[in-house]
């Protein structure tokens, strides 16, 4: 059987200068610096509907969170969410190691620029903290998610197994 294949990616980010376009009444918010429980459940489920199409399974959200704020490089700040009203449409979820762990567009939101508005502002805020590039992992057959990296000028640095 044919082995799981996975992309390692990558962003340089010397030159960094585009800002993040969201879609009109799209508002980017974060976790941080309190992280508001609700907003990470609602986070959380943006993540669970988009899950299974990238090709991995998400943890209930107790697990999910619990884990994710033990972990030594989670960040609140670095957690990227796109809300339209009081709904959160997109998620972002970036390490302090300048790697972007998950990123989930609610399928009802696709194809309107919330995932590279997400990834832009990511890209961004590790700028800004001097990260020298963005990491990312993708499973190869995720070629939707493919489309979206290159055009956001990522190029593949090596193939993992998955
Ligand atoms: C991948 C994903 C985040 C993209 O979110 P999105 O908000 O729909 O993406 P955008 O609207 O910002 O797309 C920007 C560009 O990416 C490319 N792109 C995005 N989705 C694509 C698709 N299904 N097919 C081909 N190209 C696509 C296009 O170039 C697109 O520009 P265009 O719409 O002007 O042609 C979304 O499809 C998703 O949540 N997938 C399930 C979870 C997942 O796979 N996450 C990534 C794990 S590594």
């Not at 399928?107 to 800004?128: H, I, K, Q, T």
Request: proline share 5%; with cysteine.
């Amino acid at each position: 059987m044919a082995q799981n294949q996975v992309l390692r990616m990558r962003r340089d980010l010397s030159g960094m200068t585009e800002a993040p376009r969201w879609p009109d009444g799209v508002v980017p918010a974060t976790l941080g610096p309190r992280p508001d429980k609700q907003l990470a459940q609602a986070a959380h489920g943006v993540l669970e509907a988009g899950f299974w199409e990238g090709g991995g399974g998400a943890p209930i959200f107790r697990q999910w969170w619990k884990t994710l704020r033990r972990d030594e490089e989670f960040d609140p700040a670095l957690v990227f969410v796109a809300m339209e009203g009081a709904d959160v449409i997109g998620m972002a979820q970036c390490w302090t190691s300048a790697f972007v762990k998950d990123l989930a567009v609610h399928p009802r939101a696709r194809r309107r620029g919330v995932g590279r508005a997400l990834m832009l502002a990511a890209f961004n805020a590790f700028a800004a903290r001097g990260a020298r590039h963005v990491d990312l992992r993708v499973r190869e057959e995720n070629t939707a998610a493919i489309a979206l990296y290159h055009s956001l000028r990522m190029q593949t640095v090596s193939r993992e197994r998955g």
